[in-house]
Nanobody, 123 residues
């Protein structure tokens, strides 16, 4: 059974940093794009970042570009999201996901999802 488990969320002050991890089990995802999405209360789930199978290509939403860094360790079947210079508007539940059909930016095009981890940024 495929499982994605996020960790690393928490409460941080504005300007601080957090590092999210997403560990995959039940299947090897080293051949697929993996992404991070977030969903704030009352809002739709939105794209944050995505990384290619070998980590050679990364893409970011404009809202996080220059502050967030996505990376992966295929030996550990794990993807990371380093979040720096956090802002209150980054407050959301963060989800990792796997896209089996190439580079995708819409959450509707992702096939496997984690349960999410809460990130709260205080002002």
């Amino acid at each position: 059974q495929v499982q994605l488990v996020e960790s690393g969320g928490g409460l941080v002050q504005a300007g601080g940093s957090l590092r999210l991890s997403c560990a995959a089990s039940g299947r090897t995802f080293s051949s697929y794009f993996m992404g991070w999405f977030r969903q704030a209360p009352g809002k739709l789930r939105e794209f944050a970042a995505v990384i290619s199978w070998n980590g050679g290509n990364t893409y970011y939403a404009d809202s996080v570009k220059g502050r967030f860094i996505i990376s992966r360790d295929n030996a550990k079947n794990t993807v990371y999201l380093q979040m720096n210079s956090l802002k209150p508007e980054d407050t959301a539940v963060y989800y990792c996901a796997v896209a089996l059909n190439g580079l995708r930016f819409s959450p509707n095009d992702y096939d496997y999802w984690g349960q999410g981890t809460q990130v709260t940024v205080s002002s």
